[in-house]
């Protein structure tokens, strides 16, 4: 079974992100990228443009020390522009640890990522996690 385009696209995304590549993650988004954080924590909002959603990446692993890995499960697209992948987020800060299942709605606009809507099984795990 061949691979959507988009599809390829948020895999590349996911394998960079793990590396912590940053410049080939950064590549694979619009300029004027923005990623919605749900929840009500010092990472909620709306990070706009590529170098402040490369800045909210580099600040989850900063924050995690390190620990913080993302296995992807599934990626799904429609073919017109939109694709939803599904993951399983683990991390400590000090002594806290979480494992909580999320997901990602992304915009492809130009075989790019173009914008992130985040959503998580736990907001209120995930708020107490981040602050």
């Known amino acids: 079974m061949?691979?959507?385009?988009?599809?390829?696209l948020i895999?590349?995304?996911y394998d960079a992100f793990g590396k912590g590549?940053?410049?080939?993650l950064g590549s694979l988004m619009t300029a004027d990228v923005i990623h919605h954080v749900p929840g009500s924590n010092p990472l909620s909002g709306h990070h706009k443009g590529r170098e402040a959603v490369l800045g909210l990446y580099r600040r989850l692993a900063e924050?995690?020390?390190?620990?913080?890995?993302?296995?992807?499960?599934?990626?799904?697209v429609?073919?017109?522009g939109h694709a939803i992948s599904v993951?399983?987020?683990?991390?400590?800060?000090?002594?806290?640890?979480?494992?909580i299942q999320q997901g990602l709605f992304f915009t492809i606009v130009g075989g790019k990522i173009s914008d992130i809507d985040e959503?998580?099984?736990?907001?209120d795990e995930a708020d107490a996690f981040w602050s």
């Not at 061949?2 to 390829?8: E, F, K, M, V």
């Not at 993951?87 to 494992?99: I, P, S, V």
């Open 2 to 8: 061949s691979q959507h385009p988009d599809a390829a």
């Open 11 to 13: 895999r590349r995304g």
């Open 21 to 24: 590549d940053m410049d080939t």
């Open 63 to 76: 924050e995690t020390n390190g620990t913080m890995a993302v296995d992807l499960h599934s990626v799904m």
């Open 78 to 80: 429609d073919g017109r």
């Open 87 to 99: 993951h399983t987020f683990r991390g400590d800060r000090g002594d806290h640890g979480l494992e």
């Open 119 to 123: 959503c998580t099984q736990d907001i």
